[in-house]
T-cell receptor, first 114, second 113 residues
Framework: AQSVSQHNHHVILSEAASLELGCNYSYGGTVNLFWYVQYPGQHLQLLLKYFSGDPLVKGIKGFEAEFIKSKFSFNLRKPSVQWSDTAEYFCAVSISYNTDKLIFGTGTRLQVFP | SAVISQKPSRDICQRGTSLTIQCQVDSQVTMMFWYRQQPGQSLTLIATANQGSEATYESGFVIDKFPISRPNLTFSTLTVSNMSPEDSSIYLC??????????FGQGTRLTVV
């Protein structure tokens, strides 16, 4: 069965530190890739997405992610985090062009301290 | 984009009872999805709600426990039946269009006591 793995369950950083969250998926076919963020008490918001083209995608709030097909990875990065980035981050994969059904990773809780 | 409204936003229910959650979308969509987010965990897809046919359930979820209706292209309901404390979760409705992002409702926070 298809799956999405996020290896970092809980990340603690100081402001201005760099961030990289790992995401790997298991599926040999064409995929669409997403990163969603859930701020405390709020609903899911899309950070960025990849469908095709340039494997380096830029999203909102200074986030970016790189799709490396050979590694089945879609890692999220931000060069300098802020306290307001404290949230839960979910990687997700859609493996069907017809349904847009998402398979989510287990999530990474990011805490940023001033 | 799509705006999704879910009702209720939260509820506290007695075990053994049932709760029906409504999801209304501001535009017509072919597929609607129901997810569950258990405390401290990620989202798990319960089922895909198809208009005009029965819902398609994921492994581990059954129609008797989570009956779904999809009477038209903008509305769906999910019922959590014969609830137990283990059903305490956030239930989310989602819609997506081909090669676009998925949009989520604000969720229904269910507590079963």
């Amino acid at each position: 069965a298809q799956s999405v793995s996020q290896h970092n369950h809980h990340v603690i950083l100081s402001e201005a530190a760099s961030l990289e969250l790992g995401c790997n998926y298991s599926y040999g076919g064409t995929v669409n890739l997403f990163w969603y963020v859930q701020y405390p008490g709020q609903h899911l918001q899309l950070l960025l997405k990849y469908f095709s083209g340039d494997p380096l995608v830029k999203g909102i709030k200074g986030f970016e992610a790189e799709f490396i097909k050979s590694k089945f990875s879609f890692n999220l990065r931000k060069p300098s985090v802020q306290w307001s980035d404290t949230a839960e981050y979910f990687c997700a994969v859609s493996i069907s062009y017809n349904t847009d059904k998402l398979i989510f990773g287990t999530g990474t809780r990011l805490q940023v301290f001033p | 984009s799509a705006v999704i409204s879910q009702k209720p936003s939260r509820d506290i229910c007695q075990r053994g009872t049932s709760l029906t959650i409504q999801c209304q979308v501001d535009s017509q969509v072919t597929m609607m999805f129901w997810y569950r987010q258990q405390p401290g965990q990620s989202l798990t897809l319960i089922a895909t709600a198809n208009q005009g046919s029965e819902a398609t359930y994921e492994s581990g979820f059954v129609i008797d426990k989570f009956p779904i209706s999809r009477p038209n292209l903008t509305f769906s309901t999910l019922t959590v039946s014969n609830m137990s404390p283990e059903d305490s979760s956030i239930y989310l409705c989602s819609v997506g269009r081909m090669n676009t992002e998925a949009f989520f409702g604000q969720g229904t926070r269910l507590t079963v006591v």
